[in-house]
């Protein structure tokens, strides 16, 4: 079995792409326009990958921690040789089952959410695109092909955020999600190219073959460290953060998340909370041993996690809009997991991305489900009441909140692996930071589930009840709540990478301090929706401050659109007035010119003849200079 | 070599398919005339590629050489000029992208050329003669004369069938670039005179001639060095001297801006990859650090202006100067991955600005504006347009899996690797990468200006037939060469191999 698998990893990756081509086939030649065969085919490859990704969990971890590699070359230059290649250990095995278990529930959800659009096949389409990228991101054997992966997953990601492309506001949202991707893939594009640089320059000190391969990172960090300063390590490191900070919308690139919302709900579900996000994570994971290698990129890795669990938690807590309040509460959870990787506990920033991708998945299909009942209704303020009528969404909801705040479930767990490390008295701050993060997520995760499924609302309901969507939910619900079976404590052992030891964290002080902070926290949110104080507590401005995201959203507005745009019109009055009037300055010359010389030509035979006689006389003095001239020389 | 494939035939037949049309019994219509050419071009390339096919079967390299001659004798046999024309495998590349871009230039005339069709595709053709000519001419009196001679057709086709300013615009094109064929004439003769001097041999041919720089004065080799420069960066355009391209293109009729963007930037490369490295290699190497500068302001300074205009062509025009930034990156790297990454820009960029041309091209055909607030103002709805113009839209941006990624990857990857002693050109070349920022900004722009956001969502003005091929025919091909850009490079290669051999650099 195992053999089957490894022989047939790129038949399965290339899976998605076969039913791209037959969507794409079938919208141009239309030999078929049901949606259930897409949706099928769809389905199809999703389970299969799904299949394939827990057999290669397994048959990479146990019995011990084995990798499966294999790579084509894909073109060569001189001594630039990029390879396309599979490349899968802990780490991918890992990110690769998540994203499969996310993508088969939301693939199973969006049937019934997307069946009256007219853009089905379409959707699917890019659903599916997705799907390839990022798993050719995860198993990819180098750094280059990361980096294309890495941009296609942005594409893909641009593409669905673009997908109603027919409303003005998600054409705004949607360029400027790229363009801040964008910057982050400038930095990694940067940051490879130097890379590559010391690798083709420097052949015969690193390893032979495939360029900046991943089997051999440790040689590939050791020979870098001795070639190049200290200085340009760390900046070359620095920008690799970078990117990964601006891909899982850490502070202060968050913003491109908030904006990643206008996407279809089940997209936002598997993109922009579960798997894409990660992307930056993932990376960080990958080049770890390069990252180990220098102390500052680690702090700064653990001071922006934990700034943005803790600004973002803020952000999330004012919001009206339910995805934009995930879409915070996203960053700040990646955060945590951003946190943990720079307080060099991965296997804890692994498990909590697992325990986070089920409940927010869940959260986002369950938005998406209540949507779809009160027409496309997004603003928690208006619904309310959502209980009396669907009982599982609450349900739903409640299950995906306590595993996500830390109460119970995976979710628990995963904090403990998080929290445990500060659990003692010399790093109190930390912990007290934590459990603020911990508390604020419950209240904000409580009162949307107050405002959306307690108390009665003035909206109507639509009564409608969808198989694939209460499916796909079931998926990851189910999931986040007894993934801690999946997700065990042997099967983290196994995940932790060399030189790290993953212990199981059980103490009834810190679950009674989570527990206890949980319980504030939904005591705190019952209070805000349910008694309505009539004085504010917290001053108006600075409700709106939270609201507004900080104004990061306009600091980069005013960067883009004013202060660039500005220096670009500058830069175009440059080449109006100076370069161009350089060029017609001198054609206005040469006409001025013309015009002059034009007036010797007045038909007028007087002038001719004065002409003449100046023009002869002129020559003559000239001769008879030059014959002086010569006369003396000689 | 067969022997139906004559090299002078593949240079000349446009030439003969130009009299054809003009010839007073050939029909008028604009169909006829059309379906004649379109077919005539679809021949011609397909003769081209069974001289990829010589190419590819012969080992070692082949250089096909092929003189004009009439009643047997050399052309100016005294003064040394004789109309000599080779095909090595760079003029390979060029040749088959020209007859492929003047196939879709052919296309994409229906219904946006409306009068004078005998003589505009006359004209067509005699363009596409000359510039045939330009890349494969190995005398360099040859050269120039064709090089002028393509002024001519150009200039009628702007100014006859342009938009309102096209009759300005023209003048100033031909203006602009007859000032740099002073430069080029001047370096032409530099080096014929000074090579004569030398050996006692009157002759233009490029291989006879004498350029090796410890036999010459370095003040003479320098002078003509920077005459070829700035003659070929009028033409490419190296940023001071573009002035003439952002009018020249945003005023010609669709077609013809299309083989401008696509063709007629890239002889003013190849003159640079000719000329100047192939005749000059070790000024070449001395002074590419310093050009690299110029490459950094191509590429920044284009995209900036690109992302503030309000005109479409003029938006892809600009764009247009970047991606030439980024070929010059690869070619001031001066090592093997850069040159290739360069000469595979200068083919992706043309095929991708075909694609972005015809998409303005549709786009003006619809609403009557190329005024992008204008546009957006008064969008209709167009899903098939836009699903397919994605392809093109990701390409010009740079995404991997197209064409243009893997242009820019290897140009900066050589520019980075290029080791001239000095840290300089790599900052340079570090600052040229952040124009894939920039370009994500123009394009985005132009994408999301013409396309999202509709007004009239009951309103539906899609494409079909032969718009529709040409945009599925440019985004299957800038796919697979993005894809197996192996394809592509391997055709130019042995230039490449024998380039750098003769500079002996890594």
């Keep these: 079995m195992t053999e089957l698998i490894e022989h047939n990893i790129f038949l399965v990756l290339f899976l998605p792409v076969w039913v791209c081509l037959f969507i794409l086939v079938n919208h141009f030649v239309k030999f078929t326009d049901t949606k259930k065969l897409t949706y099928f085919f769809t389905l199809f490859s999703t389970t299969v990958g799904l299949i394939f990704s827990s057999f290669l969990l397994y048959s990479t971890l146990f019995p011990v921690q084995r990798t499966i590699e294999n790579s084509l070359l894909w073109f060569q230059y001189g001594n630039l040789s990029v390879y396309f290649g599979v490349f899968i250990d802990n780490i991918s095995a890992i990110f690769l089952f998540i994203l499969m278990c996310v993508s088969l529930a939301v693939h199973i959800f969006s049937y019934d959410y997307m069946k009256d659009d007219e853009d089905f096949h379409k959707y699917f389409f890019y659903l599916n695109f997705f799907n390839f990228s990022m798993s050719a991101l995860l198993v990819s054997s180098n750094l280059i092909q990361t980096y294309i992966f890495w941009e296609l997953v942005g594409v893909a990601s641009y593409l669905l955020i673009g997908f109603w492309y027919k409303r003005a506001d998600v054409s705004l949202a949607a360029k400027k999600v790229f363009w801040i991707n964008r910057i982050g893939d400038f930095t990694f594009l940067l940051a490879l190219i130097t890379l590559i640089y010391y690798s083709v320059s420097y052949l015969q000190s690193f390893p032979q073959g495939e360029i900046l391969a991943f089997t051999n990172l440790d040689a590939i960090t050791f020979n870098l460290q001795a070639l190049m300063s200290e200085t340009t390590f760390v900046s070359i490191l620095l920008l690799l953060a970078l990117s990964a900070f601006v891909k899982s919308a850490q502070f202060p690139f968050q913003t491109w998340l908030v904006d990643a919302m206008k996407a279809p709900t089940p997209v936002s579900a598997l993109i922009h909370s579960a798997t894409m996000v990660c992307a930056g994570l993932f990376l960080i994971l990958r080049l770890y041993p390069m990252f180990m290698a220098s102390e500052f990129i680690l702090h700064l890795i653990f001071i922006v996690g934990l700034f943005t669990a803790i600004f973002c938690a803020l952000f999330a807590l004012p919001q009206r809009n339910i995805k934009k309040m995930l879409a915070y509460s996203t960053s700040s959870q990646l955060g945590l997991m951003f946190f943990a990787l720079g307080a060099l506990s991965p296997t804890a920033a692994i498990f909590y991305m697992c325990a986070h991708a089920f409940a927010k998945s869940s959260l986002f299909l369950t938005t998406g489900y209540v949507s779809k009942l009160y027409g496309d209704e997004l603003n928690m303020n208006k619904l309310g009441g959502v209980r009396y009528n669907k009982f599982l969404l609450a349900l739903y909801w409640f299950i995906a909140s306590v595993s996500l705040s830390g109460m119970a479930f995976i979710g628990r767990n995963a904090k403990e692996a998080i929290y445990g490390s500060f659990f003692n008295p010399s790093s109190y701050l930390t912990l007290s930071l934590l459990v603020l993060v911990s508390f604020l997520t419950t209240v904000y995760l409580f009162r949307s589930y107050l405002k959306i499924f307690e108390f009665e609302s003035n909206l109507s309901m639509k009564y409608m009840s969808s198989y694939s969507m209460t499916f796909g939910i079931l998926g990851v619900v189910l999931l986040s709540l007894c993934g801690g079976a999946i997700i065990n404590n042997e099967l983290l052992k196994a995940i932790t990478p060399q030189n790290f030891f993953f212990t199981e964290y059980h103490d009834l002080g810190l679950a009674l301090i989570l527990i206890a902070a949980a319980l504030i926290g939904i005591s705190v949110a019952f209070i805000t929706v349910k008694i309505k104080p009539k004085r504010n507590i917290i001053p108006r401005f600075i409700v709106k401050f939270f609201y507004r995201g900080a104004y990061i959203d306009s600091i980069f507005k005013f960067i883009g659109s004013i202060l660039f745009i500005s220096v670009c019109k500058v830069l175009k009055f440059i080449d109006e007035y100076i370069f161009d009037g350089c060029v017609k300055l001198i054609s206005f010359i040469s006409v001025k010119l013309s015009h002059l010389v034009k007036k010797l030509q007045n038909g007028n035979f007087q002038t001719y003849i004065a002409y003449a006689v100046f023009s002869a006389g002129l020559i003559l003095y000239l001769a008879f200079q030059i014959y002086s001239y010569i006369a003396k020389e000689l | ?506």
Aim: glycine share 4%.
């Design chain 2, 1 to 506: 070599m067969l022997s139906f494939q004559s090299l002078i035939f593949l240079i000349f037949a446009p030439l003969i398919a130009s009299l054809i049309i003009l010839c007073p019994l050939f029909p008028s219509t604009d169909t006829a005339v059309r379906r004649f050419s379109k077919w005539f071009s679809v021949c011609h390339f397909l003769y081209a590629i069974t001289f990829l096919l010589l190419f590819q079967s012969q080992n070692p390299v082949l250089v096909l050489e092929d003189e004009l001659k009439l009643f047997s004798l050399h052309w100016i046999d005294t003064l040394g000029i004789s109309a000599t024309f080779s095909m090595d495998s760079l003029s390979l590349a060029l040749v088959l992208l020209t007859t492929f871009i003047f196939f879709i230039a052919f296309v994409m005339s229906k219904r946006t050329i409306k009068k004078d069709f005998k003589i505009y595709y006359s004209l067509m053709f005699l363009l596409e003669m000359c510039i045939l000519g330009i890349f494969c001419a190995k005398d360099l009196f040859i050269f120039f004369l064709l090089w002028e001679l393509e002024l001519v057709p150009m200039y009628f086709l702007i100014s006859k069938w342009g938009s309102v300013n096209a009759k300005a615009s023209a003048m100033k094109f031909l203006l602009y670039t007859f000032f740099g064929s002073i430069f080029i004439l001047l370096g032409i003769f530099t080096i014929y005179f000074y090579s004569y001097s030398i050996s006692g041999v009157l002759t233009s041919n490029m291989d006879m001639l004498i350029t090796d720089s410890n036999l010459y004065p370095p003040q003479i080799i320098y002078f003509a060095f920077i005459c070829f420069l700035i003659g070929f960066g009028v033409k490419l355009p190296i940023v001071p001297l573009h002035t003439w391209l952002a009018d020249a293109h945003s005023d010609a009729p669709t077609p013809v801006s299309i083989v401008l963007a696509a063709i007629l930037l890239k002889t003013g490369a190849y003159g640079l990859l000719r000329f100047n490295l192939s005749l000059f290699p070790d000024i070449f190497l001395t002074l590419a650090p310093a050009l690299m500068f110029f490459a950094a302001v191509n590429c920044i300074y284009a995209s900036s202006l690109a992302v503030v205009q309000k005109d479409i062509k003029r938006l892809i025009a600009f764009s247009s100067i970047s991606q030439m930034g980024i070929f010059l990156i690869g070619l001031f790297s001066v090592n093997y991955i850069g040159l290739s990454g360069a000469v595979f820009q200068l083919i992706s960029h043309a095929i991708i600005a075909a694609g972005l041309f015809t998409v303005a091209g549709i786009l003006y055909s619809i609403y009557s504006t190329r005024d992008i607030d204008y546009i957006h103002n008064h969008l209709k709805n167009s899903p098939l347009f836009m699903f397919v113009s994605i392809p093109i839209i990701l390409a010009a941006v740079g995404v991997p899996l197209f064409s243009g990624f893997i242009a820019e990857f290897l140009s900066f990857v050589g520019g980075m690797t290029s080791d001239f002693g000095i840290t300089l050109p790599k900052i340079l070349t570090s600052i040229s990468i952040f124009t894939i920022v920039l370009s994500s900004a123009y394009i985005l722009k132009l994408f999301h200006s013409c396309f999202f956001g509709v007004r009239d969502l009951n309103f539906t003005r899609d494409i079909s037939g032969h718009r529709l091929n040409v945009l599925i025919i440019i985004s299957v091909i800038v796919l697979f060469f993005g894809i197996f850009p192996n394809f592509l490079s391997d055709i130019y290669m042995p230039f490449i191999d024998t380039t750098v051999d003769m500079l002996g650099v890594q």
